[in-house]
């Protein structure tokens, strides 16, 4: 049986082999695609940067033929000769000299020139670098035998463009790149020189050849699809038109037994770069990696392999000895081998193991809750100190939190099922919000339970905090589970002895359950002084109302920002009395919005929007910021009639209070708690009198009615509302014509 067994490992041990062989085979396959993949991009990465660099060099080529070609052309000396016959004078002929020794000059100052010619059009000769001669001279030392005749390289000549650029075949010597220049004489005539610049193609491709960063890829330069500039080829290629066309459409194609891969690079002068690399480059460095990284897995599972197996062949005896820790051997137990045998008796030490550990867990649990309920619901003499030293309290200080769950709508209440499920969820969520900082533990009560909050601070800043998680966890519970929770918190103490004075203190705060129902979350810091008030006064909401009526939410924003700020931080109100204040500005807008006649679009929002419980600052202003901006959106209907109605408003302010000398504008905006500017624009606008207008004329009118009795005219003054009598006259007179003692004399009369 023993040898058995050991047949049967030593044939696993192949198996095994050979299956790591296969993952090695199909990862070795995966890497030789993966890297073809890289190392294609890498190539063309590479011969994009080159064929940039091609770009700059050829430039640099075209840039010097161009300038050449142009400072001749500008030479006064050409100017003078340029549409002259062959007739010549001693003169013109000193000038040919000149020109003659300028272009040596051009080529001399240039190595990328190889030649230069001015073309006279009107004339039989042409001037180069190696002298003045006739044209068919010039053209058989240069052009014939290479398959153009005379008239056609004339009118290819001639029939050029400025800085065009042309491609000529030489007598057995490289092509040239010819750059050609003109210039134009008077009127709509032609010159009659056309400058001819040539650069070798063999120089070029000297440069492609030097930028090749490998010696199968082919550089191209290329004048539309009809002409190669110039090429540095690694692969033979026999270039045509058809091959042309074929490479500047870019992407991979096949020449011959060859698979090319095509980068194109197109300029704006109508020169082309090309770089074709072989496919078999990529190709051949990707098997390279696929070998190396084969042959390593290779050596590594065969390294691997053998060491193991002669590891558990070593170590197959000390295995035997591990079986007699868990008893003899019996044949007839059921098992194949020695091996199945001890598998099966480890598999029953593990479930054994696992039964005891929960037995532990569940037994520690229960021991852990009774020393909770016992150091929180008894006072500190009431308990002996050994009992404490099996818990552990390793921050300074504690806080309850009373949990009491209710019954939600059409769902009965198992305290039971329900209690052990909301603690469950309840404390891994709080856990998770406060675990890092705070340690958390929960102890089970009577008819509820409570959680011990265990910190190394007692800052007032905590709240906010603790009161935020609280908050998420209770929203959680009541939209994923239906539950309906609220929570009593107690005030922190000191040490392990102050549990108990805290969870006190959270019965103080349940007993306000009924009291204070507006809210979930009740704090004994918030009951224990029921006289704490925030500031709101009845002449901020009036001025907050007069604003809305006018649609001004600005001014209004700033009040509300003000109000907060006065309350958070110079009061530091209470999160409960941060409620009730939220409440109160809530109902003073619905109460502006409902004078105007519609709240339905305002009452929508706040039931979408639990504006009133997210009591941080930040977020009560945004949320003020955005119901006005609603209730903005919305005024745009009845912001004419609330006009109307405050302009009224304004009139029987004015009416009631004209006697009054210090009546003035600024002392009416204050009153409507808006700035004179606006409140005079907004009279105006309605009325079509400003507002000065309008209560001079209540004062006026008003004297006029007085003027009719015998009463002086200091005293007509004191009941109209101005202040001396110089006042009276200049006002009754530009708006009556007469002057107060003229209209008394009209009454008399």
């Known amino acids: 049986m023993r040898k ?32 073809y993949k890289i190392i294609s991009e890498q190539q063309k990465d590479i011969n994009r940067k080159i064929l940039e660099k091609v770009e700059t060099e050829v430039n640099r080529y075209f840039v010097a033929a161009r300038n050449a070609a142009v400072s001749i052309m500008l030479d006064e000396d050409l100017e003078k000769i340029g549409n002259k016959s062959t007739d010549l004078s001693i003169e013109d002929r000193e000038i040919i000299y000149r020109l003659y020794r300028n272009i040596q000059n051009r080529l001399s100052s240039a190595d990328e020139l190889e030649h230069i010619f001015i073309w006279f059009s009107n004339g039989t000769t042409v001037l180069s670098d190696i002298g003045h001669m006739d044209k068919e001279l010039f053209y058989s030392l240069y052009f014939r035998d290479e398959g153009i005749r005379f008239s056609e390289l004339e009118q290819k000549i001639t029939s050029y463009a400025n800085s065009d650029l042309i491609f000529l075949n030489r007598n057995n010597k490289d092509g040239e790149i010819v750059c050609l220049a003109g210039k134009h004489g008077r009127g709509n005539d032609k010159s009659g020189a056309v400058i001819a610049v040539s650069i070798s193609t063999k120089k070029l491709t000297e440069q492609l050849n030097l930028l090749k960063w490998n010696d199968k890829v082919d550089l191209i330069v290329a004048l539309g699809n009809h002409a190669i500039l110039s090429a540095a080829s690694g692969n033979k290629v026999e270039w045509n038109e058809g091959m042309i066309a074929t490479a500047l459409n870019g992407g991979d194609f096949k020449y011959g037994n060859i698979r090319l891969h095509s980068e194109v690079l197109d300029s704006d002068n109508g020169v082309s770069y090309v770089s074709l690399t072989p496919a078999s480059l990529a190709a051949g460095e990707a098997g390279k990696i696929q070998l190396l990284t084969s042959m390593i897995l290779l050596v590594s599972l065969t390294i691997g392999s053998i060491a193991a197996f002669f590891f558990a062949k070593s170590h197959y005896s000390p295995l035997i000895r591990l079986m007699h820790l868990f008893g003899e051997y019996n044949h007839g137990s059921g098992a194949r081998d020695e091996f199945d045998w001890l598998t099966i008796k480890a598999n029953q030490f593990i479930e054994e193991y696992r039964e005891v550990k929960d037995r532990y867990v569940k037994t520690k649990e229960r021991l852990q809750n009774q020393f909770l309920f016992r150091i929180v619901t008894l006072p500190y003499n009431r308990m002996k100190p050994e009992e404490f030293e099996h818990l552990l309290f390793p921050k300074k200080y504690n806080l309850i939190a009373l949990i009491q769950m209710t019954e939600s709508e059409g769902q009965e209440f198992d305290w039971n099922m329900d209690s052990n499920l909301c603690r469950f969820i309840l404390n891994n969520i709080i856990e998770e919000l406060m675990g890092e900082k705070y340690k958390i533990m929960v102890a089970d009560l009577t008819e509820c339970f409570c959680i011990i909050i265990n910190s190394d601070s007692k800052d007032a800043k905590l709240r906010d905090e603790i009161e935020e998680a609280f908050d998420s966890a209770l929203k959680f519970m009541s939209d994923k589970f239906g539950m309906k929770i609220k929570v009593f918190f107690g005030s922190w103490h000191t040490g392990i002895e102050g549990v108990h004075t805290s969870y006190l203190r959270s019965r103080e705060a349940f007993e306000y359950r009924d009291i204070i129902s507006s809210t979930d979350i009740i704090w004994y810091e918030d009951i224990k002084n029921r006289y704490m008030v925030y500031h709101y006064s009845p002449e901020s909401e009036q001025k907050i109302i007069n604003l809305i009526q006018i649609a001004d939410t600005d001014t209004v ?27 109160d500005i809530l109902g003073t807008l619905i109460k502006a919005v409902q004078q105007a006649g519609n709240t339905e679009f305002l009452l929508n929002y706040l039931e979408e929007h639990d ?28 912001k004419k009639k609330n006009n109307l109605q405050f302009s009224t408003k304004v009139m029987n302010y004015v009416k009631d209070h004209f006697h009054n000398p210090d009546l003035n504008i600024s002392i009416t905006a204050l009153h409507f708690g808006i700035t004179p500017t606006y409140l005079s624009s907004l009279f105006k606008e309605q009325t079509g009198l400003s507002l000065l207008e309008y209560i001079n004329t209540m004062r006026v009118e008003h004297a006029k009615k007085i003027l009719e009795s015998d009463i002086s005219l200091n005293e007509v003054c004191e009941r109209s509302g101005f202040r001396n009598s110089g006042a009276l006259i200049r006002v009754f007179k530009k708006i009556t014509g007469l002057t107060p003692g003229q209209m008394r004399d009209h009454f008399e009369k």
Not at 12 to 32: D, E, H, R
Not at 565 to 574: A, G, P, S, V
């Open 611 to 638: 504006i009133q419980n997210n009591v941080k600052e930040k977020d009560v202003l945004e949320n003020f910021r955005n119901l006005l901006q609603i209730i903005k959106e919305n005024s745009t209907e009845f």
């Open 557 to 583: 924003f700033e009040m509300i920002s003000d109000i907060i700020d006065i309350n958070y931080h110079k009061r530091e109100i209470k999160a409960s009395m941060k409620r009730c204040l939220i409440s």
């Open 4 to 35: 058995f067994g050991k047949n049967l490992i030593f044939i696993k041990w192949i198996i095994s082999y050979l299956c790591m062989l296969i993952i090695v085979l199909f990862a070795s396959i995966g890497i030789y695609f993966y890297s």
